[in-house]
């Protein structure tokens, strides 16, 4: 067992350091843009993604001022969308829904990215094609190759692999790191957190 726990946390340390600055620099960049436009930020995610998105569309709102949401944080709309017309519309018909439009952003935390080649998180495939139509910008936190989501982002993270047995424990768990890097950071932070508030 610690022999586990040691192999773990020394894949963590490894891949903090093969993590790509360039492209955590891009997207509060880009971030900083969608806010002085008035822009809205959709997260998406599944399973741990979509824990991770809920999580996100707490700290863009009240730490960096961006109006945010998610559609997973609705279960009677995401069940009744999943129920009448299909896991693969689900997040593409919530977002026409919600006029997404060119001054708005679409933040993907997965896994894979989505591959529409193999049929995987075939939603998030879809609604990233309708952010490309309509000129939203495209973020997201993958991990693997970054599939579909890295290939159409205009700034995509992607979590290197260091053991092919943590991939998704990893790519989950540094969702959660990375985003509260970007909203700590000073370059677009515009609320202090509760503890660092406190002398």
């Not at 806010?35 to 959709?42: I, M, Y």
Request: aromatic letters at 8%; one cysteine or more; a neutral charge.
């Amino acid at each position: 067992m610690d022999s586990y726990i040691g192999k773990y946390l020394e894949e963590v340390r490894e891949i903090a350091g093969k993590l790509d600055s360039s492209k955590i620099e891009l997207v509060i960049k880009f971030l900083r843009e969608l806010r002085e436009k008035k822009g809205r930020l959709f997260f998406l995610g599944v399973g741990g993604g979509a824990g991770n998105a809920a999580h996100a569309v707490n700290d863009f709102r009240k730490i960096v001022g961006i109006e945010a949401y998610t559609p997973t944080d609705n279960v009677s709309e995401l069940t009744a969308r999943v129920n009448d017309e299909g896991w693969r519309s689900v997040f593409v018909n919530w977002l026409k829904v919600s006029k997404l439009n060119s001054n708005d952003g679409v933040f993907v935390f997965s896994v894979g990215g989505g591959s529409e080649k193999e049929n995987i998180s075939a939603n998030i495939v879809d609604a990233l094609k309708y952010a490309k139509e309509v000129g939203a910008k495209i973020f997201g936190i993958v991990g693997r190759d970054g599939g579909y989501t890295a290939k159409v982002a205009d700034a995509c993270i992607i979590i290197p692999i260091v053991s092919s047995d943590t991939v998704t424990a990893h790519t989950e768990s540094f969702q959660a790191v990375l985003s509260h890097l970007i909203v700590s950071h000073p370059e677009i932070k515009v609320a202090e957190m509760k503890w660092e508030s406190v002398k």
